[in-house]
């Protein structure tokens, strides 16, 4: 392999940005923060004077696990053996530090399923089925063992501040406002898992439909998939040709985590 290819390669930020302002963040979760923890010299803040222990700034972050770009390790929904709970399964002991970083990556496809987006029922999410992914594979071929799949939805539009990023989470969520989401059946996950499809990415805010999110979670993580959420700006790959990486940060014990995700693309 020829590395010095990447370093001529565009690179493509798959990630959102991640803010107070913006609505990143699970409804019910712990909400994101981020604030100043050191400045360069004593200064004036909405809660009174800082104090500089030198001259540097450093903040500080509150994060839920699930927050912004981020991925669901097999224990975010698979118990651990032994704990006496439906579905429970060695997949449960493995937590996200112990994913390796290889299943985070490869050959991109993007399937385009923007067309569900719109006109759907509000409080619910339209599913994303596998005859979807067949219609998709019978005019751009199949899908092969290794591939990253990652779904267009075009939700990552509603990803803005104030009132109108209500549409992004809270509106399908909460006040069952607006309609959810696209996401995948449980079916379209057996299906991506028999064509030995083991990383599944989404430019919408969870795998899991707003209405049902529990079962494509317990279906696709207890197969030993990797899921990534949270995705943004698949409208600038082509449907295959890149290649896409996602690190998350490495914390032990987690149920994922967030992190930065890039498709690389020759130019």
């Known amino acids: 392999m020829d590395f010095s290819m990447m370093g001529d390669a565009r690179v493509v930020d798959l990630s959102l940005m991640l803010s107070e302002r913006l609505p990143g963040t699970w409804p019910g979760s712990m ?49 651990p053996p032994g704990s006496g709970l439906p579905v429970a399964s060695e997949l449960g002991n493995e937590s996200g530090e112990k994913v390796p970083p290889k299943d985070l990556m490869g050959n991109a496809v993007v399937v385009d399923v923007s067309f569900l987006s719109e006109g759907g029922e509000p409080g619910i999410s339209p599913f994303i089925t596998p005859d979807h992914i067949k219609d998709f594979e019978r005019e751009h071929g199949d899908l092969k063992p290794g591939e990253v799949v990652l779904l ?16 992004y989470m809270h509106g399908p969520l909460v006040t069952g406002a607006s309609q959810g989401w696209p996401a995948p059946s449980p079916e379209m996950a057996v299906y991506l898992d028999e064509k030995g499809i083991k990383t599944l990415g989404i ?3 969870s795998i899991g439909a707003a209405h049902d999110g529990v079962p494509v979670h317990q279906e696709g993580l207890g197969r030993g998939m990797r899921y990534i959420e949270l995705l943004t700006n698949l409208d600038e790959l082509p449907i295959r040709g890149a290649f896409f990486i996602f690190l998350p940060i490495k914390v032990a014990r987690s149920s994922g985590g967030p992190g930065r995700a890039v498709a690389f693309m020759p130019e």
């Open 152 to 167: 267009r939805t075009g939700w990552d539009r509603h990803y803005v501040e104030g009132e109108a990023g209500e549409r």
């Open 203 to 205: 430019d919408a805010p």
């Open 31 to 79: 909400r994101f923060a981020h604030h100043n923890w050191n400045w360069f010299a004593e200064a004036e803040t909405p809660v009174g004077k800082t104090r500089s222990s030198a001259p540097y700034q450093t903040n500080f972050i509150v994060i839920d696990e699930h927050c912004g770009t981020h991925f669901d390790a097999p224990t975010h929904f698979i118990p």
